[in-house]
Protein backbone atom coordinates (compact mmCIF):
# COMPACT_ATOMS: atom_id res chain seq x y z
CA UNK A 1 0.00 0.00 0.00
CA UNK A 2 2.95 2.34 0.79
CA UNK A 3 4.77 1.64 -2.65
CA UNK A 4 1.06 2.52 -4.16
CA UNK A 5 1.06 5.27 -2.63
CA UNK A 6 4.03 6.53 -3.37
CA UNK A 7 3.65 5.72 -6.76
CA UNK A 8 0.43 7.57 -6.99
CA UNK A 9 2.31 10.73 -5.73
CA UNK A 10 4.73 10.38 -8.26
CA UNK A 11 2.14 9.74 -11.08
CA UNK A 12 0.33 13.28 -9.52
CA UNK A 13 3.18 14.90 -9.62
CA UNK A 14 4.76 14.10 -13.19
CA UNK A 15 1.90 14.52 -14.96
CA UNK A 16 0.89 17.90 -14.49
CA UNK A 17 4.37 18.99 -14.71
CA UNK A 18 4.59 16.88 -18.15
CA UNK A 19 1.67 19.12 -18.73
CA UNK A 20 2.75 22.94 -18.04
CA UNK A 21 5.87 21.89 -19.80
CA UNK A 22 4.07 20.87 -22.97
CA UNK A 23 1.87 23.78 -22.63
CA UNK A 24 3.99 26.08 -22.01
CA UNK A 25 6.56 25.03 -25.32
CA UNK A 26 3.11 24.75 -27.35
CA UNK A 27 2.20 28.37 -26.01
CA UNK A 28 6.13 29.74 -27.12
CA UNK A 29 6.09 28.03 -30.54
CA UNK A 30 2.47 29.61 -31.14
CA UNK A 31 3.64 32.85 -29.66
CA UNK A 32 7.04 32.43 -31.74
CA UNK A 33 5.08 32.27 -34.87
CA UNK A 34 2.98 34.78 -34.50
CA UNK A 35 6.08 37.52 -33.67
CA UNK A 36 7.62 35.61 -36.84
CA UNK A 37 4.51 36.17 -39.13
CA UNK A 38 4.24 40.01 -37.62
CA UNK A 39 8.07 40.42 -38.22
CA UNK A 40 7.55 38.97 -41.97
CA UNK A 41 4.96 41.12 -42.43
CA UNK A 42 7.00 44.19 -41.56
CA UNK A 43 9.62 42.99 -43.39
CA UNK A 44 7.86 42.66 -46.44
CA UNK A 45 6.15 46.27 -46.43
CA UNK A 46 10.30 47.51 -45.84
CA UNK A 47 10.82 45.55 -48.58
CA UNK A 48 8.07 46.63 -51.01
CA UNK A 49 9.78 50.54 -50.43
CA UNK A 50 13.34 49.08 -51.42
CA UNK A 51 11.52 47.66 -54.42
CA UNK A 52 9.64 50.99 -55.29
CA UNK A 53 12.90 52.60 -56.11
CA UNK A 54 14.55 49.80 -58.35
CA UNK A 55 11.06 49.92 -60.27
CA UNK A 56 11.16 54.11 -60.59
CA UNK A 57 15.17 53.40 -61.58
CA UNK A 58 14.31 50.51 -64.30
CA UNK A 59 11.65 53.26 -65.54
CA UNK A 60 14.07 56.13 -65.84
CA UNK A 61 16.46 53.83 -67.60
CA UNK A 62 13.86 52.68 -70.12
CA UNK A 63 13.02 56.68 -70.90
CA UNK A 64 16.56 57.52 -70.89
CA UNK A 65 17.80 54.72 -73.23
CA UNK A 66 14.44 55.30 -75.78
CA UNK A 67 15.18 58.62 -75.99
CA UNK A 68 18.79 58.02 -77.68
CA UNK A 69 17.09 55.53 -79.68
CA UNK A 70 14.40 56.93 -80.76
CA UNK A 71 16.58 59.65 -82.75
CA UNK A 72 18.27 57.33 -84.99
CA UNK A 73 17.83 57.33 -88.88
CA UNK A 74 19.19 54.28 -89.99
CA UNK A 75 19.07 54.99 -93.74
CA UNK A 76 20.40 58.68 -92.97
CA UNK A 77 23.20 58.35 -90.76
CA UNK A 78 25.10 55.73 -91.49
CA UNK A 79 27.79 56.44 -88.31
CA UNK A 80 24.40 57.42 -86.01
CA UNK A 81 25.98 54.00 -83.36
CA UNK A 82 29.47 55.90 -82.88
CA UNK A 83 27.49 58.70 -81.79
CA UNK A 84 24.96 56.33 -79.30
CA UNK A 85 28.24 54.29 -78.16
CA UNK A 86 29.45 57.56 -76.71
CA UNK A 87 26.76 56.89 -74.08
CA UNK A 88 28.11 55.08 -70.65
CA UNK A 89 24.79 53.15 -70.37
CA UNK A 90 24.87 51.54 -73.91
CA UNK A 91 27.45 49.11 -75.05
CA UNK A 92 26.31 47.94 -78.20
CA UNK A 93 23.47 49.25 -81.00
CA UNK A 94 21.34 47.19 -82.81
CA UNK A 95 18.40 47.06 -85.44
CA UNK A 96 16.01 44.47 -86.36
CA UNK A 97 12.66 44.20 -88.53
CA UNK A 98 9.79 43.92 -87.14
CA UNK A 99 9.69 39.88 -87.37
CA UNK A 100 13.13 40.45 -85.36
CA UNK A 101 15.44 39.72 -87.88
CA UNK A 102 18.82 41.27 -87.24
CA UNK A 103 19.44 43.76 -89.49
CA UNK A 104 22.18 45.57 -87.89
CA UNK A 105 25.17 45.04 -87.18
CA UNK A 106 26.28 41.81 -89.49
CA UNK A 107 28.06 39.54 -88.34
CA UNK A 108 30.80 39.74 -91.84
CA UNK A 109 30.45 43.22 -91.27
CA UNK A 110 34.68 44.38 -90.67
CA UNK A 111 34.15 47.19 -90.68
CA UNK A 112 32.35 47.24 -87.06
CA UNK A 113 34.53 44.65 -84.78
CA UNK A 114 33.06 45.22 -81.79
CA UNK A 115 29.17 44.93 -84.16
CA UNK A 116 30.92 41.58 -85.08
CA UNK A 117 31.90 41.02 -81.37
CA UNK A 118 28.36 41.66 -80.37
CA UNK A 119 26.49 38.84 -82.80
CA UNK A 120 28.95 36.46 -81.06
CA UNK A 121 27.77 37.38 -77.40
CA UNK A 122 23.81 37.49 -78.47
CA UNK A 123 24.23 34.52 -81.04
CA UNK A 124 21.34 32.68 -78.36
CA UNK A 125 19.12 35.32 -78.86
CA UNK A 126 18.68 34.91 -82.00
CA UNK A 127 18.75 31.34 -82.73
CA UNK A 128 16.53 30.16 -79.72
CA UNK A 129 13.83 33.51 -81.16
CA UNK A 130 13.34 34.42 -78.24
CA UNK A 131 13.60 38.36 -79.24
CA UNK A 132 11.53 37.64 -81.81
CA UNK A 133 8.54 36.06 -80.33
CA UNK A 134 8.88 38.90 -77.81
CA UNK A 135 8.89 41.20 -80.76
CA UNK A 136 6.05 39.95 -82.56
CA UNK A 137 3.52 38.69 -79.79
CA UNK A 138 3.99 42.81 -78.25
CA UNK A 139 3.31 44.26 -81.72
CA UNK A 140 0.56 41.71 -82.74
CA UNK A 141 -0.73 42.76 -79.24
CA UNK A 142 -0.52 46.50 -79.80
CA UNK A 143 -1.82 46.58 -83.18
CA UNK A 144 -5.01 43.96 -81.88
CA UNK A 145 -6.13 46.93 -79.11
CA UNK A 146 -6.01 49.59 -82.44
CA UNK A 147 -8.21 47.56 -84.83
CA UNK A 148 -10.62 46.82 -81.71
CA UNK A 149 -10.39 50.44 -80.67
CA UNK A 150 -11.13 52.33 -84.20
CA UNK A 151 -14.37 49.72 -84.84
CA UNK A 152 -15.86 51.28 -81.57
CA UNK A 153 -18.24 54.15 -81.27
CA UNK A 154 -16.66 55.77 -78.84
CA UNK A 155 -13.08 55.51 -80.11
CA UNK A 156 -14.45 57.31 -83.39
CA UNK A 157 -15.68 60.30 -81.27
CA UNK A 158 -12.93 60.21 -79.16
CA UNK A 159 -9.54 61.82 -80.76
CA UNK A 160 -7.56 62.32 -78.34
CA UNK A 161 -7.52 58.92 -77.38
CA UNK A 162 -6.90 57.75 -81.09
CA UNK A 163 -3.47 59.51 -81.00
CA UNK A 164 -2.67 58.35 -77.40
CA UNK A 165 -2.93 55.10 -78.78
CA UNK A 166 -1.21 55.33 -81.85
CA UNK A 167 1.80 57.19 -80.13
CA UNK A 168 2.14 54.42 -77.52
CA UNK A 169 5.65 52.96 -77.38
CA UNK A 170 6.34 49.50 -77.75
CA UNK A 171 9.48 48.45 -76.05
CA UNK A 172 11.10 45.27 -73.41
CA UNK A 173 13.69 44.43 -71.94
CA UNK A 174 15.55 41.00 -72.43
CA UNK A 175 17.59 39.33 -70.60
CA UNK A 176 20.61 36.29 -71.68
CA UNK A 177 23.53 34.81 -69.59
CA UNK A 178 26.87 35.50 -71.78
CA UNK A 179 30.14 34.22 -69.58
CA UNK A 180 30.24 36.29 -65.78
CA UNK A 181 26.38 36.55 -65.55
CA UNK A 182 23.35 38.30 -66.33
CA UNK A 183 23.55 40.77 -69.60
CA UNK A 184 20.75 42.82 -70.68
CA UNK A 185 19.03 44.20 -73.83
CA UNK A 186 16.49 46.99 -74.52
CA UNK A 187 14.65 47.42 -77.69
CA UNK A 188 11.55 49.91 -79.13
CA UNK A 189 10.03 50.05 -81.99
CA UNK A 190 10.89 53.26 -84.41
CA UNK A 191 8.08 55.33 -86.08
CA UNK A 192 9.08 53.74 -89.28
CA UNK A 193 8.24 49.91 -87.71
CA UNK A 194 11.91 49.26 -87.22
CA UNK A 195 12.93 47.78 -83.97
CA UNK A 196 16.10 49.56 -82.55
CA UNK A 197 17.71 48.57 -79.72
CA UNK A 198 20.45 48.57 -77.27
CA UNK A 199 23.07 46.19 -75.25
CA UNK A 200 22.88 48.13 -71.70
CA UNK A 201 26.02 48.24 -69.65
CA UNK A 202 25.37 46.29 -66.73
CA UNK A 203 28.25 47.01 -64.74
CA UNK A 204 27.13 50.75 -65.34
CA UNK A 205 23.70 50.12 -64.36
CA UNK A 206 24.65 48.38 -61.18
CA UNK A 207 26.93 51.24 -60.68
CA UNK A 208 23.97 53.74 -61.19
CA UNK A 209 21.65 51.49 -59.33
CA UNK A 210 23.86 51.28 -55.85
CA UNK A 211 24.61 55.13 -56.74
CA UNK A 212 19.98 55.83 -56.20
CA UNK A 213 19.76 53.52 -53.47
CA UNK A 214 19.96 54.69 -50.03
CA UNK A 215 22.92 54.39 -47.40
CA UNK A 216 20.78 54.02 -44.57
CA UNK A 217 17.65 52.61 -43.66
CA UNK A 218 15.06 54.20 -41.37
CA UNK A 219 13.56 51.28 -40.07
CA UNK A 220 15.67 49.01 -37.50
CA UNK A 221 17.37 46.37 -39.95
CA UNK A 222 19.48 46.18 -43.06
CA UNK A 223 18.55 45.14 -46.51
CA UNK A 224 20.58 43.37 -48.82
CA UNK A 225 20.81 43.35 -53.00
CA UNK A 226 21.50 39.45 -53.86
CA UNK A 227 22.15 38.72 -57.58
CA UNK A 228 21.81 35.10 -58.76
CA UNK A 229 24.58 33.99 -57.79
CA UNK A 230 23.74 34.63 -54.09
CA UNK A 231 26.54 37.07 -54.20
CA UNK A 232 25.62 40.69 -52.48
CA UNK A 233 25.53 43.57 -54.66
CA UNK A 234 24.88 46.01 -51.84
CA UNK A 235 23.36 46.55 -48.63
CA UNK A 236 22.42 49.05 -46.17
CA UNK A 237 21.51 49.30 -42.68
CA UNK A 238 22.84 49.56 -39.51
CA UNK A 239 22.49 45.64 -38.76
CA UNK A 240 25.30 43.72 -38.79
CA UNK A 241 24.45 40.51 -39.81
CA UNK A 242 25.48 37.14 -38.61
CA UNK A 243 26.66 35.07 -40.68
CA UNK A 244 23.75 32.15 -40.08
CA UNK A 245 21.47 34.05 -39.49
CA UNK A 246 17.87 34.09 -42.05
CA UNK A 247 16.41 36.92 -43.48
CA UNK A 248 13.03 37.88 -41.87
CA UNK A 249 11.60 38.61 -45.64
CA UNK A 250 12.53 38.44 -49.21
CA UNK A 251 11.52 39.88 -52.13
CA UNK A 252 12.09 39.18 -56.05
CA UNK A 253 12.62 42.24 -57.87
CA UNK A 254 10.72 42.74 -61.36
CA UNK A 255 11.86 41.62 -64.43
CA UNK A 256 14.47 41.59 -65.83
CA UNK A 257 15.98 41.69 -62.70
CA UNK A 258 13.63 38.91 -61.59
CA UNK A 259 16.97 36.90 -61.15
CA UNK A 260 17.94 38.94 -58.22
CA UNK A 261 16.26 39.25 -54.84
CA UNK A 262 15.76 41.60 -51.71
CA UNK A 263 16.25 39.92 -47.93
CA UNK A 264 15.33 42.18 -45.22
CA UNK A 265 17.11 41.32 -41.61
CA UNK A 266 16.40 42.57 -38.22
CA UNK A 267 17.29 42.14 -34.49
CA UNK A 268 13.98 40.85 -33.53
CA UNK A 269 14.41 37.48 -36.31
CA UNK A 270 18.12 37.13 -33.83
CA UNK A 271 16.10 37.86 -30.69
CA UNK A 272 13.49 35.35 -31.49
CA UNK A 273 16.35 32.41 -31.67
CA UNK A 274 17.84 33.78 -28.50
CA UNK A 275 14.87 33.67 -26.70
CA UNK A 276 14.37 30.29 -27.78
CA UNK A 277 17.65 29.15 -26.99
CA UNK A 278 16.66 30.37 -23.64
CA UNK A 279 13.46 28.63 -23.59
CA UNK A 280 14.98 25.59 -24.33
CA UNK A 281 17.57 25.54 -21.79
CA UNK A 282 15.29 26.56 -19.47
CA UNK A 283 12.77 23.31 -20.86
CA UNK A 284 15.78 21.06 -20.71
CA UNK A 285 16.62 22.19 -17.10
CA UNK A 286 13.54 21.44 -16.02
CA UNK A 287 13.42 18.07 -17.71
CA UNK A 288 16.84 17.55 -16.17
CA UNK A 289 15.50 18.73 -12.61
CA UNK A 290 12.17 16.26 -12.95
CA UNK A 291 14.31 13.45 -14.08
CA UNK A 292 16.46 13.47 -11.26
CA UNK A 293 13.40 13.61 -8.79
CA UNK A 294 12.21 10.50 -10.60
CA UNK A 295 15.17 9.25 -10.42
CA UNK A 296 15.68 10.17 -6.77
CA UNK A 297 12.03 9.06 -5.29
CA UNK A 298 12.65 5.35 -7.86
CA UNK A 299 15.92 5.16 -6.01
CA UNK A 300 14.41 5.26 -2.91
CA UNK A 301 11.39 3.28 -3.64
CA UNK A 302 13.82 0.87 -5.00
CA UNK A 303 16.19 0.52 -1.64
CA UNK A 304 12.96 0.21 0.58
CA UNK A 305 12.18 -2.73 -1.56
CA UNK A 306 15.23 -3.95 -1.42
CA UNK A 307 15.39 -3.99 2.16
CA UNK A 308 11.94 -5.36 2.64
CA UNK A 309 12.59 -8.06 -0.05
CA UNK A 310 16.04 -9.26 2.02
CA UNK A 311 14.24 -8.97 5.45
CA UNK A 312 11.34 -11.37 3.99
CA UNK A 313 14.11 -12.98 2.42
CA UNK A 314 15.84 -13.52 6.20
CA UNK A 315 12.16 -14.49 7.21
CA UNK A 316 11.44 -17.09 5.54
CA UNK A 317 15.18 -18.53 5.48
CA UNK A 318 14.67 -18.44 9.28
CA UNK A 319 11.30 -20.42 9.24
CA UNK A 320 12.96 -23.04 6.48
CA UNK A 321 15.78 -23.00 9.18
CA UNK A 322 13.92 -23.97 12.30
CA UNK A 323 11.58 -25.77 10.05
CA UNK A 324 15.05 -28.41 9.71
CA UNK A 325 15.40 -27.88 13.26
CA UNK A 326 12.03 -29.13 14.02
CA UNK A 327 12.00 -32.54 12.17
CA UNK A 328 15.08 -34.29 14.33
CA UNK A 329 12.81 -33.90 17.60
CA UNK A 330 9.50 -34.20 15.39
CA UNK A 331 10.63 -37.56 14.04
CA UNK A 332 12.20 -39.28 16.98
CA UNK A 333 8.49 -38.13 19.13
CA UNK A 334 6.87 -40.04 16.26
CA UNK A 335 9.49 -42.95 15.99
CA UNK A 336 9.10 -44.07 19.84
CA UNK A 337 5.38 -42.60 19.80
CA UNK A 338 4.81 -45.77 17.10
CA UNK A 339 7.33 -47.61 19.05
CA UNK A 340 5.36 -47.58 22.46
CA UNK A 341 1.87 -47.99 20.91
CA UNK A 342 3.22 -51.62 19.53
CA UNK A 343 3.53 -52.62 23.20
CA UNK A 344 0.93 -54.65 24.08
CA UNK A 345 -1.07 -52.81 27.39
CA UNK A 346 -4.48 -53.38 29.16
CA UNK A 347 -4.64 -49.57 30.01
CA UNK A 348 -6.41 -47.88 27.21
CA UNK A 349 -5.95 -44.39 28.93
CA UNK A 350 -2.23 -45.16 27.60
CA UNK A 351 -3.08 -46.43 24.25
CA UNK A 352 -5.35 -43.75 23.75
CA UNK A 353 -2.56 -40.86 24.58
CA UNK A 354 -0.33 -42.66 23.01
CA UNK A 355 -2.16 -42.34 19.48
CA UNK A 356 -2.81 -39.01 19.93
CA UNK A 357 0.95 -38.09 20.26
CA UNK A 358 1.29 -39.78 17.06
CA UNK A 359 -1.54 -38.07 15.30
CA UNK A 360 -0.27 -34.76 16.21
CA UNK A 361 3.00 -35.80 15.35
CA UNK A 362 1.91 -36.53 11.95
CA UNK A 363 0.08 -33.26 11.68
CA UNK A 364 3.37 -31.02 13.15
CA UNK A 365 5.13 -33.21 10.18
CA UNK A 366 2.63 -32.14 7.20
CA UNK A 367 2.49 -28.47 8.43
CA UNK A 368 6.68 -28.54 8.48
CA UNK A 369 6.46 -30.74 5.02
CA UNK A 370 4.33 -27.44 3.59
CA UNK A 371 6.21 -24.77 5.36
CA UNK A 372 9.14 -26.35 4.02
CA UNK A 373 7.66 -26.98 0.29
CA UNK A 374 6.10 -23.31 -0.18
CA UNK A 375 9.71 -22.08 0.02
CA UNK A 376 10.97 -24.10 -1.89
CA UNK A 377 12.50 -23.12 -5.22
CA UNK A 378 10.07 -24.81 -7.76
CA UNK A 379 12.62 -26.21 -9.62
CA UNK A 380 14.29 -27.62 -7.00
CA UNK A 381 11.60 -29.47 -5.82
CA UNK A 382 10.87 -30.54 -9.44
CA UNK A 383 14.54 -32.12 -9.35
CA UNK A 384 13.56 -34.04 -6.02
CA UNK A 385 10.06 -35.47 -7.32
CA UNK A 386 11.10 -39.20 -7.99
CA UNK A 387 8.03 -40.36 -10.70
CA UNK A 388 7.41 -43.99 -10.06
CA UNK A 389 4.27 -46.09 -10.94
CA UNK A 390 1.92 -46.26 -7.96
CA UNK A 391 -0.86 -48.18 -7.05
CA UNK A 392 -3.29 -45.49 -5.94
CA UNK A 393 -5.85 -47.10 -4.16
CA UNK A 394 -2.92 -49.47 -2.14
CA UNK A 395 -1.69 -45.72 -0.97
CA UNK A 396 -4.97 -43.95 -0.37
CA UNK A 397 -5.93 -47.35 1.64
CA UNK A 398 -2.76 -46.65 3.71
CA UNK A 399 -3.04 -42.97 3.57
CA UNK A 400 -6.61 -43.40 5.47
CA UNK A 401 -5.41 -46.11 7.74
CA UNK A 402 -2.97 -43.18 9.49
CA UNK A 403 -5.47 -40.75 9.11
CA UNK A 404 -8.71 -42.78 10.20
CA UNK A 405 -8.30 -43.00 14.01
CA UNK A 406 -7.99 -39.17 14.57
CA UNK A 407 -11.26 -39.08 11.82
CA UNK A 408 -13.35 -41.28 13.79
CA UNK A 409 -11.66 -39.43 16.72
CA UNK A 410 -13.48 -36.31 15.63
CA UNK A 411 -16.88 -37.83 14.55
CA UNK A 412 -16.03 -38.15 11.07
CA UNK A 413 -17.30 -41.35 8.85
CA UNK A 414 -14.81 -41.83 6.19
CA UNK A 415 -16.10 -43.43 2.38
CA UNK A 416 -13.81 -45.14 0.17
CA UNK A 417 -14.85 -46.27 -3.46
CA UNK A 418 -11.81 -47.29 -5.00
CA UNK A 419 -12.72 -48.25 -8.60
CA UNK A 420 -9.42 -47.69 -10.91
CA UNK A 421 -7.27 -50.96 -12.05
CA UNK A 422 -4.42 -48.72 -13.30
CA UNK A 423 -1.77 -47.16 -11.87
CA UNK A 424 -0.19 -43.44 -11.83
CA UNK A 425 3.00 -42.34 -12.21
CA UNK A 426 4.07 -39.38 -9.84
CA UNK A 427 6.12 -39.06 -6.87
CA UNK A 428 4.91 -40.53 -3.99
CA UNK A 429 5.83 -38.52 -1.21
CA UNK A 430 4.22 -35.49 -3.21
CA UNK A 431 1.18 -37.68 -3.66
CA UNK A 432 0.86 -38.55 0.32
CA UNK A 433 1.27 -34.54 1.08
CA UNK A 434 -1.74 -33.65 -1.23
CA UNK A 435 -4.13 -35.98 -0.23
CA UNK A 436 -2.84 -35.30 3.16
CA UNK A 437 -3.08 -31.27 3.21
CA UNK A 438 -7.08 -31.92 0.93
CA UNK A 439 -8.21 -34.56 4.20
CA UNK A 440 -6.36 -31.44 6.76
CA UNK A 441 -8.40 -29.10 4.91
CA UNK A 442 -11.92 -31.05 5.34
CA UNK A 443 -10.72 -31.82 8.87
CA UNK A 444 -11.45 -28.39 9.59
CA UNK A 445 -14.32 -26.97 7.82
CA UNK A 446 -16.66 -29.73 7.11
CA UNK A 447 -16.89 -30.41 10.89
CA UNK A 448 -21.21 -30.00 10.20
CA UNK A 449 -21.14 -32.46 7.76
CA UNK A 450 -18.63 -35.51 9.08
CA UNK A 451 -18.50 -36.76 6.70
CA UNK A 452 -14.87 -37.53 3.92
CA UNK A 453 -15.22 -39.43 1.16
CA UNK A 454 -12.67 -40.47 -1.13
CA UNK A 455 -12.66 -42.17 -4.70
CA UNK A 456 -10.53 -43.12 -7.46
CA UNK A 457 -11.78 -43.68 -11.47
CA UNK A 458 -9.99 -43.15 -14.70
CA UNK A 459 -10.63 -41.25 -17.64
CA UNK A 460 -8.84 -40.27 -21.03
CA UNK A 461 -5.05 -41.42 -19.77
CA UNK A 462 -5.50 -40.23 -16.27
CA UNK A 463 -6.42 -41.36 -12.63
CA UNK A 464 -8.98 -39.52 -10.95
CA UNK A 465 -8.81 -39.39 -6.91
CA UNK A 466 -11.76 -37.45 -5.52
CA UNK A 467 -11.93 -36.08 -1.81
CA UNK A 468 -15.51 -35.44 -1.34
CA UNK A 469 -16.84 -33.50 2.09
CA UNK A 470 -20.32 -32.13 3.46
CA UNK A 471 -18.73 -28.73 4.72
CA UNK A 472 -20.50 -25.36 4.45
CA UNK A 473 -19.60 -25.58 0.47
CA UNK A 474 -17.42 -22.59 -2.21
CA UNK A 475 -19.49 -20.70 -4.15
CA UNK A 476 -18.24 -20.60 -8.10
CA UNK A 477 -16.81 -17.53 -8.19
CA UNK A 478 -14.29 -18.63 -5.40
CA UNK A 479 -13.08 -22.12 -6.88
CA UNK A 480 -9.67 -21.04 -8.51
CA UNK A 481 -9.35 -18.69 -5.61
CA UNK A 482 -8.54 -20.69 -3.02
CA UNK A 483 -5.43 -22.00 -4.26
CA UNK A 484 -4.07 -18.73 -3.45
CA UNK A 485 -1.90 -18.54 -0.63
CA UNK A 486 -3.26 -17.29 2.84
CA UNK A 487 -6.86 -17.20 1.35
CA UNK A 488 -9.50 -17.72 3.48
CA UNK A 489 -13.28 -17.04 2.06
CA UNK A 490 -14.66 -15.27 5.16
CA UNK A 491 -14.74 -14.79 8.55
CA UNK A 492 -17.22 -16.63 10.10
CA UNK A 493 -16.07 -19.75 8.22
CA UNK A 494 -12.38 -19.40 9.62
CA UNK A 495 -13.62 -18.76 13.54
CA UNK A 496 -12.25 -21.72 15.53
CA UNK A 497 -9.84 -23.09 12.27
CA UNK A 498 -6.36 -23.22 12.88
CA UNK A 499 -3.94 -23.23 9.50
CA UNK A 500 -1.53 -21.75 7.87
CA UNK A 501 -3.13 -21.00 4.92
CA UNK A 502 -0.51 -22.69 2.27
CA UNK A 503 -2.15 -26.31 2.14
CA UNK A 504 -3.82 -25.91 -0.80
CA UNK A 505 -1.33 -23.83 -2.64
CA UNK A 506 0.91 -26.72 -1.82
CA UNK A 507 -1.14 -29.33 -3.04
CA UNK A 508 -1.97 -27.85 -6.87
CA UNK A 509 2.02 -26.66 -7.24
CA UNK A 510 2.79 -30.34 -6.54
CA UNK A 511 0.21 -31.76 -8.72
CA UNK A 512 1.35 -29.45 -11.47
CA UNK A 513 4.73 -30.35 -10.75
CA UNK A 514 3.71 -34.63 -11.20
CA UNK A 515 2.30 -33.40 -14.55
CA UNK A 516 -1.16 -33.64 -13.43
CA UNK A 517 -3.56 -30.83 -11.60
CA UNK A 518 -5.89 -30.47 -8.31
CA UNK A 519 -9.11 -28.57 -8.79
CA UNK A 520 -11.94 -27.38 -6.97
CA UNK A 521 -15.26 -28.50 -8.24
CA UNK A 522 -19.26 -26.62 -7.39
CA UNK A 523 -21.25 -29.92 -6.03
CA UNK A 524 -24.98 -29.02 -4.73
CA UNK A 525 -23.69 -29.96 -1.10
CA UNK A 526 -20.09 -29.37 0.51
CA UNK A 527 -17.01 -29.47 -2.00
CA UNK A 528 -15.21 -31.88 -3.89
CA UNK A 529 -11.61 -31.49 -4.84
CA UNK A 530 -9.94 -33.56 -7.79
CA UNK A 531 -6.79 -34.58 -8.03
CA UNK A 532 -5.51 -35.77 -11.82
CA UNK A 533 -2.58 -37.72 -11.94
CA UNK A 534 -1.17 -39.62 -15.66
CA UNK A 535 -1.16 -42.96 -15.95
CA UNK A 536 1.33 -43.24 -18.37
CA UNK A 537 4.90 -41.68 -18.06
CA UNK A 538 6.34 -39.17 -19.87
CA UNK A 539 9.46 -40.37 -22.22
Same mark, same amino acid.
Given at each position: ???????????????? =???????????????????????????????????????????????????? %?????????????????????????????????????????????????????????????????????????????????????????????????????????????????????????????????????????????????????????????????????????????????????????????????????????????????????????????????????????????????? =?????????????????????? *????????????????????????????????????????????? #??????????????????????????????????? #????? %???????????????????????????????????? *???????????????????????????????????????????????????? *?????????????????????????? #????????
Amino acid at each position: MKYRLTILFIFILFVP =ISLMLWFGQKSFINEQKLLQAENAKRGDAILEESHLNIDIFLREIKSEISTQ %LLKINWTNNSNFHENLLGQPLIKQVFITDNKGKLLFPLKDDESNPDGIEFVKRTKNVWLNKSFKTEVINKLSGINSVKNKLSNSMFYANQKGSRGNISKRLVDGFLTWYWEEGLNLLYWCENPKGYIVGAEINFAYLKARLIGRLPNRLIHPGTIKLIDSRSAVIYQWGDYEINEKANPLAKLRVQYPLDSWTLQYYTRSQESLGRLKKVYDLALNTNLLFLGLFILFVGGWIGFYLWRDIK =IIENRMSFVTQVSHELRTPLTN *IRLYSELLGRIESSNEKHKKYISVIVQESERLSRLIQNVLTFNKD #KNKTKENLSIVSLDINDLIENIILQEEPYLIQLGF #KVELN %LTTESNAFADKDSIIQIIGNVISNAEKYAKEGKYIG *ISSSEEKGFILIDIVDYGPGIPSSLLTKVFSPFFRIHNNLSDGVAGTGIGLT *ISKELAILNGGDLICMNVPKGSRFRL #KLKKYKEV
